[in-house]
T-cell receptor, first 116, second 114 residues
């Protein structure tokens, strides 16, 4: 079974509007972390936001917020006031367990296109 | 702030050749991860090292090997290259034992096998 599911292969949004990118996850661990990364066409992997499984409040970083619904196992990324530079591939990823080693498992990604 | 350094950034090899990718983690980071991202794919975990010891292994082919050196830099050695090895290879680093916020990714090495 997929550990990270991103059901939207592609999304379109008008500049200055908000957009939500969906992510659901599957884990039996109590301790885990959820990440969102942005990958522009140039290829680098840019960290956007992180949510720990024990964090009670939804994470926010500037225009990015994470809508964390633990019971539903969802961690949707909300981008407010979209900009043309937000056009990129967005990956949701999960780290399970803890300690010194926490490899990330990625979803298939959502390609976001911001239209002027 | 210093970031993860990967070299080379681009590499072109022929089938059956060997390649070595290098990764220099953020200073004081003790854990290194390698990921492979094929064209149009999500990154897949290959292998990780903590304090110079292999800590986890993913879907890494037997033709690949890696190690972490005393200065914490890591090298991914790839032999008998195949066309399917063409991909973007990321190295990421972290510091074990810290309240983890992010795994810092390098810019990637784009390997093309012809």
């Amino acid at each position: 079974a997929q550990k990270i599911t991103q059901t939207q292969p592609g999304m379109f949004v008008q500049e200055k509007e908000a957009v939500t990118l969906d992510c659901t996850y599957d884990t039996s661990d109590q301790s885990y972390g959820l990440f969102w990364y942005k990958q522009p066409s140039s290829g680098e992997m840019i960290f956007l936001i992180y949510q720990g499984s024990y964090d009670e409040q939804n994470a926010t970083e500037g225009r990015y917020s994470l809508n964390f619904q633990k019971a539903r196992k969802s961690a949707n990324l909300v981008i407010s006031a979209s900009q043309l530079g937000d056009s990129a591939m967005y990956f949701c990823a999960m780290r399970e367990g803890g300690g010194s080693n926490y490899k990330l498992t990625f979803g298939k990604g959502t390609l976001l296109t911001v239209n002027p | 702030a210093a970031g993860v350094i990967q070299s080379p950034r681009h590499l072109i090899k022929e089938k059956r050749e060997t390649a070595t990718l290098k990764c220099y983690p953020i200073p004081r980071h003790d854990t290194v991860y390698w990921y492979q991202q094929g064209p149009g794919q999500d990154p897949q975990f290959l292998i990780s090292f903590y304090e110079k010891m292999q800590s986890d292994k993913g879907s890494i082919p037997d033709r690949f090997s890696a190690q972490q050196f005393s200065d914490y830099h890591s090298e991914l050695n790839m032999s008998s290259l195949e066309l399917g090895d063409s991909a973007l290879y990321f190295c990421a680093s972290s510091l074990a034992g810290t309240p983890m916020v992010e795994q810092y990714f390098g810019p990637g090495t784009r390997l093309t096998v012809t």
